[in-house]
Structures are given as structure tokens and as C-alpha cells.
């Protein structure tokens, strides 16, 4: 078990330290599905409140603009030479404070204003970043979006590589944040080899499983690979950028002076605490088990009446068709949360209602496997789920669900 350590504040600060304690209490009192979401070690919780902190070291290792970083060189070279192993990666970058400013570094440097790239529809589970229209990406840029098969729900290789070769894209991009099935990255570098174009990868989500080899691991032959870090990676919210050598002081250049100024050497520093533990055996174990369990959780639904996109899950994730149930995404979500249950609603492909009150819901197995949950567990948490929407209007009946909820839970104890 881990410590959350608030001594100071809770003498000097206890407004603050109760907000504190309570967050962790929410944390440990209910069932945390949100796939994007996951708990950090004692560790990472330490680097991050280090007086790592304190020191402003805009530039690289070597070459800051500041005097003093002796010490923060090496911490930030251990980051990155940890990532290099972990990933296989020929240049790495630390440095981007998230995902989507290490997606913007790396249009950046490949893309003018206005240049033709090709992502994921944010519909049919791609990101904000991978072009939509309301961001910054599908603004300054070209993009042209790929969808997944109607009937299959899964993506079409053969219909991208048609829609590809058309358009001709500068830049492909494959990756997800709500896509339940493994993607073949080997047919997306094929794809983008054929019509010339920077193979590009976004594996945000399953970063932790791509290192541990239980998923396709792309960085070693991809142009460019982003990811956050604090998904099924398990480390501190924030991201990186992996790429060819070739491209790496371009990389750098983008991030630094481009987008960003000084870096968050604490935040860093937790990085690297996070990649040292995803050498180690458990890591591999822990990924394992994030996948066994969402496949477990997504047959329970099934076998309950609810419908799953695509059908089921190769990853951490799966999304929720919750309109059997007569009910919206929105108002699966809110029953959930009563039921102290979190999830996020989520779009379904070829979804005919609002984002903001969708037919689904997104569900993801990292925080119940860090918490130690194992396929029999998935069972007790998929029956809960289904109890809670069966009741989704009855407040009464969702507090009793609650109840047992807080007592499914004390038999998983993580923070102190």
C-alpha cells in the first residue's frame, strides 16, 4: 500500500488537505472504469513532489539556457535513455507536458498550414488531435478523416489504403482513444510506405501494453511515435515523443523553442521512475492482466444485455452500447457515478445522437488491475455495472448498489 503524505497541509492547509483526502478516498471507494485513467505508484508520487520542481532548464541536456543543471541533465538523461530501452527507440523526447502539445510538436515539424493528413474520425474513436474540426489540428491542417466498417465496427485497411492512395496525405496517422481492437501497425507503415507518406502512431492509451509486448509495439519502425504517459503506461500525466534519429533535432526543435518553454524536470523525473518499473517482470504480468480482465468484463456485459461495439475488446477498453437498457450514455454515466461507479459517455460509431448525450458509455480495466482485481472480480464488477443501469432512475435503489460497491472495494487497498 501506498502513503499519500500531506503532514504540511494538514497543519497549515487543511481545507486543502481535506479536499485531498477526500479525492483519495473517492479513488478508493469506487470502481474506476475510465480507461484513460490509472494510479501511480509511491515512486512516481515522490518524484513528483521532489525539488526537482524548482529548477528552470529551458533547452536540452548540455545545452540550457540557464546555469545550475548539472544534476537536471542527469535526471532527464536517465528518462530518456530508460524510454529508448523500454520502446526501442532511436531519439526520444521528454519533454511535452501532454498529448495533445506532443501531437501539435510533431505536425510541427512535418506539416505546413494547410498540408493533407489522415486520422481517426473522433466519431468512431480517434482524438480530439487526430483532426478533428473544433481543434487546433483539423484548423491550422488538411485533415482528411478514416472511419471503421459499419457492420464490423472495426477498422477497413483495404478502404484506407483506397482512401490514401486518393488523397495522398503528407502525413498518416493510426491510434485511438476509443477503439477497442488491436491495430495492425504493420499494415498503416505499408500503407503510408506506398504513397510516400511520414508514418505516424498515437498510442496514448496503449503505450503500457506496447512495451510490456502484449500489443504491437510500433516505435521501432515508425517515422514518429507520441504517447502520454500516464495511461496504461502508469506514470505521471504527461507525454513523450519517440522517433527516427532523423527526425529527432527537428523533434527537439519543435518542442523547444517552438511550443514550449521550460520543461517540467519533476514531472520528468516521475517519468523516469515509471519507465524503470515498466522493465520490471510484474509490468509484464500487470499488462497481461489489464487484457484478460477487459475481455472478462466485456463477455459479463454481454451475457447481461448490454452491446458491445465491435463485439469485444483486444485492449484495456471496450465501448458500451447502453441503449438496450433504454437509456442514454449521459444517463448511464450519472447513474454510475450515484453508484460510485466512473465511466465517461462516449460516441458509438454511426452514432445518431449528441456527443453530449451519446448511446454509449467507455469503459477500461487499468485502475481495477493496478488495484489487483483479477477475471473473477470482473464478474462481480460487471454485475454491479448491469444492476446499476437496470435502475438508472431509481436513486433509492442505486444507493443500496453503492453500498456494495464501497464493500467490493475495501478488498482492494492501494493508498493509505
Known amino acids: 500500500m501506498y502513503k499519500q503524505h500531506l503532514d504540511y497541509l494538514k497543519k497549515h492547509d487543511p481545507e486543502l488537505e481535506g479536499y485531498l483526502e477526500d479525492e483519495k478516498a473517492r479513488q478508493m471507494e469506487g470502481i474506476e472504469l475510465i480507461p484513460s485513467e490509472n494510479l501511480v505508484s509511491q515512486g512516481v508520487l515522490e518524484a513528483l513532489g521532489s525539488v526537482a520542481t524548482n529548477k528552470y532548464s529551458e533547452g536540452y541536456p548540455g545545452k540550457r539556457y540557464y546555469g545550475g543543471n548539472e544534476v537536471i541533465d542527469k535526471i532527464e538523461n536517465l528518462a530518456i535513455n530508460r524510454a529508448k530501452k523500454l520502446f526501442g527507440a532511436e531519439h ?71 482512401q490514401a492512395t486518393k488523397e495522398k496525405p503528407k502525413l498518416l496517422l493510426s491510434g485511438f482513444t476509443a477503439y477497442p481492437r488491436e491495430i495492425d501497425f504493420k499494415k498503416f507503415r505499408e500503407i503510408a510506405d506506398e504513397i510516400g507518406a511520414i508514418c505516424m502512431a498515437d498510442i496514448s492509451h496503449i503505450s503500457g501494453l506496447c512495451a510490456a509486448g502484449v500489443h504491437e509495439n510500433p516505435v521501432p519502425y515508425f517515422d514518429v511515435v507520441t504517447t502520454t504517459t500516464h495511461k496504461s503506461l502508469r506514470g505521471p500525466r504527461s507525454a513523450m515523443i519517440m522517433c527516427k534519429e532523423e527526425f529527432g533535432e527537428k523533434i527537439n526543435k519543435a518542442v523547444f523553442p517552438g511550443l514550449q518553454g521550460g520543461p517540467h524536470e519533476h514531472v520528468i523525473a516521475a517519468k523516469a521512475v515509471a519507465f524503470k518499473e515498466a522493465m520490471e517482470p510484474e509490468f509484464k504480468n500487470y499488462a497481461e492482466q489489464i487484457v484478460k480482465n477487459a475481455k472478462k468484463l466485456a463477455q459479463t456485459l454481454n451475457e447481461n444485455g448490454l452491446r458491445l461495439v465491435s463485439g469485444g475488446t483486444d485492449t484495456h477498453l471496450m465501448l458500451v452500447d447502453v441503449t438496450p437498457f433504454g437509456i442514454s450514455g449521459k444517463e448511464a454515466e450519472t447513474a454510475l457515478e450515484k453508484a460510485a461507479i466512473y465511466c465517461n459517455k462516449n460516441t458509438i460509431p454511426f452514432d445518431t445522437r449528441s456527443p453530449w448525450d451519446p448511446s454509449g458509455i467507455r469503459i477500461g480495466t487499468p485502475v481495477l488491475t493496478t488495484r489487483k482485481m483479477k477475471e473473477k472480480d470482473m464478474e462481480s464488477v460487471g454485475a454491479l455495472i448491469t444492476e446499476a443501469l437496470h435502475n438508472a432512475k431509481d436513486d433509492s435503489k442505486l444507493r443500496e448498489i453503492k453500498s456494495k460497491v464501497l464493500k467490493f472495494c475495501e478488498q482492494f487497498p492501494f493508498y493509505e
Open 92 to 162: 526520444v523526447n521528454v519533454q511535452p507536458n501532454s498529448g495533445s502539445p506532443a501531437n501539435m510538436a510533431v505536425y510541427w515539424t512535418f506539416l505546413e498550414p494547410g498540408d493533407k493528413a489522415m486520422g481517426l474520425k473522433l466519431s468512431e474513436g480517434g482524438h480530439l488531435t487526430h483532426g478533428h474540426k473544433v481543434n487546433f489540428s483539423g484548423k491550422l491542417y488538411n485533415f482528411l478523416q478514416y472511419g471503421v466498417d459499419k457492420e464490423t465496427e472495426t477498422l477497413d485497411y483495404a478502404a484506407i489504403l483506397e
